[in-house]
């Protein structure tokens, strides 16, 4: 069934190949035809490092491309990602060596902020219409690959809030007002097909970048963002219906919040996640990580030539 949930324990990233497939099997097969096009969106919103929760592991993302190229035949694979207010991902692109991996695989990049865009017509909450890149308008097969964190502002972001990544302006920050509508809407002109949400380096408090990174260890996959999105608001202790895009992406039929769990797990409890941190150490954690966060960014451009 298309709402079908797995939760998978891992043993880190050093088991995400066996994993990753061990999920598939759960939620079930994947159809793409040879040569394919398919689009991976990764999670570049900072330039954190990958330990810190904040942004997609490259072990993943290497995990996840061995997979399909030696799963299916000559594929067309672009993995993508926008610029955001504090974030250049061709910079972190490098920086990471997720440049590395997509050359191993043989893999393409687009910046979605720096290539022409379309505006795609949408019976939208905030718009009736929404400008995205063009690459969406050629491609068989979208895979959403995103964070598990809790959010100053949505509360959580996992699945869906990853397509609000996919808006190719910088500034996002515009549409922090109306930011469930507007998830909601970029999930309506890009839904994807399926979603991983990597939960092996969590992250709680202090927003979805400068939060405190929790080892929990868990992988969470389906092909229905909202179904997928409601299991990891029960991972985090929220109620699904409480949490305002998950039912606006719901209203407007991206997919449903009722959900089946397939494979081991069978009740989210089982691998919840205290999301409480003392206030005091989240604040003291968060304005330091700020602090060296932007002292190594400024360091870094003065050696670097964008």
């Known amino acids: 069934m298309e709402n079908s949930v797995t939760i998978l324990r891992t043993n880190g990233y050093n088991d995400m190949k066996q994993i990753i497939s061990k999920a598939i099997e759960n939620i079930g097969k994947l159809k793409l035809p040879d ?5 991976v969106k990764i999670n570049l919103c900072s330039f954190r490092a990958p330990s810190s929760g904040a942004i997609t592991h490259p072990l993943f993302l290497d995990a996840l491309l061995c997979y399909l190229r030696n799963g299916f035949n000559d594929l067309d694979i672009t993995v993508i990602e926008s610029d955001a207010t504090g974030s250049i991902p061709d910079v972190t692109l490098k920086w990471f060596g997720f440049d590395k991996i997509l050359e191993k695989w ?3 990049w687009y910046n979605l902020s720096r290539n022409p865009t379309i505006n795609k017509k949408i019976k939208g909450l905030y718009s009736e219409e929404m400008e995205i890149s063009e ?7 979208f895979i959403s690959v995103s964070k598990l964190k809790t959010h100053s502002i949505t509360r959580m ?10 808006i190719p302006y910088k500034r996002k920050v515009i549409f922090h007002k109306n930011i469930h509508s507007i998830i909601a809407d970029a999930n309506l002109a890009m839904t994807p097909d399926l979603c991983f949400v990597d939960g092996i380096i969590s992250m709680v408090g202090g927003g979805a970048i400068f939060g405190v990174p929790i080892k929990s260890d868990i992988l969470i996959a389906g092909k229905d963002p909202v179904s997928v ?8 202790g929220y109620n699904p219906r409480k949490i305002e895009y998950i039912q606006k992406c719901r209203k407007l039929k991206v997919g449903k919040d009722k ?3 397939a494979g081991d797990i069978k009740e989210p409890k089982e691998v ?4 409480e941190f003392p206030f005091y150490k989240d604040a ?15 360091s870094y451009y003065k050696k670097l030539r964008i």
């Open 284 to 298: 003291m954690i968060s304005l330091g990580r700020y602090i060296q966060n932007r002292h190594s960014v400024i």
């Open 229 to 236: 999105d409601a299991v990891c608001a029960k991972i985090l």
């Open 135 to 141: 690459i969406f308008g050629h491609y068989d097969y």
């Open 106 to 108: 043989n893999v393409k």
């Open 259 to 261: 959900f089946i769990l």
């Open 272 to 275: 919840q996640i205290n999301r």
């Open 35 to 39: 040569g394919s096009r398919v689009l």
């Open 157 to 166: 972001t996992a699945a869906l809030k990853n397509q609000f990544g996919c």
